[in-house]
């Protein structure tokens, strides 16, 4: 911990030209990502709406033990264009989802398997900045860096309301 002062040479009105700086030093360890099994379960689909697709993953991605779902352009039998998907999910309800995508999607077909994942240390903390909360996920790299990163929607969120009153303002 160092800390440092200044004064600077101009003066303000009312208030005082100093400046006091603090240097703070963590020492972290190294971390080892923790290890799990997910299941996997991937599909395409080339005969469904992007609209009506986008709502079943998204029900489908709102479902518990549900851990991530995404999408990707593919190139499918007779040169058509298709939409691969995966989805990742806790392997006590993955016979439920697979359930659901064969509802929610018009896939005929699934790829399942079991795998294991690698897992940083993370956690998500609350900053107060100018009246707002804003949610922040701190992750611990294996080389001991803690990296952190906003979450969109709460920055979005703040952009929004902004530009809400500006409406109002107009």
């Keep these: 911990l160092n800390t440092g002062h200044g004064f600077g040479s101009r003066s303000f009105s009312g208030i005082s030209n100093v400046v006091r700086a603090m240097l703070f030093s963590f020492q972290t360890q190294p971390t080892v990502p923790s ?17 009506d697709l986008a709502l ?3 029900y489908i991605r709102k479902q518990q033990g549900v851990i991530d779902v995404v999408q990707y352009p593919v190139m499918g039998k007779k040169n058509r264009q298709a939409t691969s998907v995966r989805v990742l999910v ?9 359930d659901l995508c064969f509802t929610q999607t018009t896939t005929l077909g699934l790829r399942c398997s079991v795998t294991q994942r690698a897992i940083l240390q ?12 804003y949610r922040v996920k701190l992750a611990q790299r294996p080389d001991g860096e803690l990296t952190a990163k906003a979450e969109l929607d709460d920055l979005a969120q703040t952009h929004l309301n902004q530009a809400e009153r500006q409406l109002v303002r107009e």
């Design 90 to 98: 806790q392997p006590e309800v993955q016979a439920a989802i697979e």
């Design 122 to 133: 993370r956690k998500i903390v609350n900053i107060g900045l100018q009246g707002r909360n």
């Design 35 to 51: 290890r799990d099994a997910i299941a996997c379960i991937s599909f395409e689909v080339d005969d469904q709406s992007a609209e």
């Design 56 to 58: 079943a993953l998204e």
